[in-house]
């Protein structure tokens, strides 16, 4: 049946939805990069909540989302951005998230690391020590559970650092104390405004010398960083001059293709917040890669990067709206509501080019479902053609 879909001019245009989705394999590992989906948390639809209230998380919804992410042979990044840390989820909410998806990790085996922050500082922080122990506290709390620990950009740190030396300082601290080598985050302020000068400069080079001094100075604490720039040229540039055995993870949700399939002088693995609807998809582009088929896994990969550069499109942050509405659509929760209510934070035509774009790929499991959900939330909209 034909859909009648708005468009950002204030029209409608006929879709034609597909009938078939594209059939993916399941459970073999992956082999030549390691990927992570960051992924997002599902909403109690019937908690009587307000923006403002602590987040009211749909728990068996949250942690089947991450059994389907396994049983693709992907890891968890958990209690990250596109968990809507910082937007919704606080710190309370994080810290039973985490607890829970490592449980349950175990349970299956699954490979999982988890974000450490600083966000149960809910009043500015005084000095560089309060972010620091803050930061602790969370550390604690992860390698406890059995998880990697993701050391996060912190909005404290880039709120109170004088300069390069609070970061090399603060920094130093975690990573001489941390049981198990860690991930480094680095999220550009395109994902959080609240981070802009991060490492000390909002000149990128200058933060990216203070960045790998942290890592210089602690090769074997660092499995890796996870880069989250869209700048695809500068990645690569901080990818070849990371130490012997330290990973790069692209975070970039505009460039991976090119960045994890990588050149004759090295390659990113993956972390990313996109990488949750296509889960399916980007697994089995990566088992191909695994045979040795750059093109191959090219030509499943690249036809992606359309829907995810509409889905992060500015303002970035609002991602998670995206990622939700298609997790709802695929029928991987039975509603569109968001923690903190910003399932309202896209535009109606926003919705229906995400859901042109992800039907055209293949990716709902059943496209009638997609379609039926679309209708609804059309009509939702008054939208009765």
């Known amino acids: 049946m034909t859909l009648h879909l708005p468009t950002p ?8 939805p597909r009938a078939e989705p594209l059939a993916f394999d399941t459970g073999a590992p992956l082999a030549s990069r390691v990927v992570f989906s960051a992924a997002h948390v599902v909403a109690d639809p019937f908690a009587d909540t307000t923006p403002d209230s602590p987040a009211a998380v749909d728990w068996d919804a949250t942690l089947a989302f991450r059994r389907h992410l396994w049983s693709h042979g992907l890891g968890v990044a958990e209690a990250m951005d596109t968990a809507q840390r910082g937007m919704g989820l606080d710190w309370a909410g994080a810290a039973e998230l985490i607890r829970r998806s490592a449980a349950e990790a175990k349970a299956v085996g699954g490979r999982i690391a988890c974000g450490v922050g600083t966000d149960q500082l809910t009043a500015p922080a005084h000095d560089p020590a309060e972010v620091r122990a803050a930061y602790e506290e969370q550390l604690a709390l992860v390698e406890g559970t059995g998880a990697q620990a993701i050391l996060m950009a912190s ?11 609070d970061y090399l300082d603060v920094y130093g601290h975690l ?9 480094l985050h680095w999220l550009g302020p395109m994902f959080d405004p609240a981070l802009d000068g991060y490492w000390g400069s909002a000149d990128l080079d200058a933060a990216t010398e203070t960045f ?16 989250s720039l869209l700048d695809a040229r500068r990645e690569v540039e901080l990818r070849r001059r990371l130490p012997q055995g330290v990973r790069c993870y692209t975070g970039d949700d505009f460039n991976y293709p090119e960045l994890i399939a990588g050149d004759d002088r090295g390659f990113s693995h993956a972390l990313l917040g996109i990488f949750d609807p296509l889960g399916p998809l980007a697994a089995q582009a990566v088992r191909v890669l695994d045979t040795g088929d750059v093109k191959g896994f090219r030509e ?20 998670k709206t995206g990622v939700v509405f298609l997790a709802w659509l695929s029928g991987h929760q039975e509603h569109f509501t968001m923690v903190g209510g910003l399932q309202s934070a896209r535009s109606l035509p926003h919705f229906a080019r ?21 209708k609804q939330l059309l009509a939702l909209y008054g939208v009765t053609t």
Do not use: N, W
């Open 9 to 16: 001019d204030g029209g409608l245009k006929a879709y034609e």
């Open 155 to 165: 909005r404290a740190l880039a709120a109170v650092a004088r300069g390069p030396e």
């Open 175 to 183: 990573l001489r104390q941390a049981a198990e080598p860690v991930v």
């Open 212 to 227: 790998l001094e942290v890592i210089a100075a602690h090769p074997d604490k660092v499995d890796g960083i996870k880069v």
């Open 300 to 319: 499943l990969l690249d036809p992606t990067v359309e829907l995810s550069r509409h889905l992060f499109q500015a303002p970035t942050r609002f991602y």
């Open 354 to 374: 995400a859901y042109e774009l992800a039907d055209t790929l293949g990716l709902f499991p059943s496209p009638e479902l997609a379609e039926t959900r679309m």
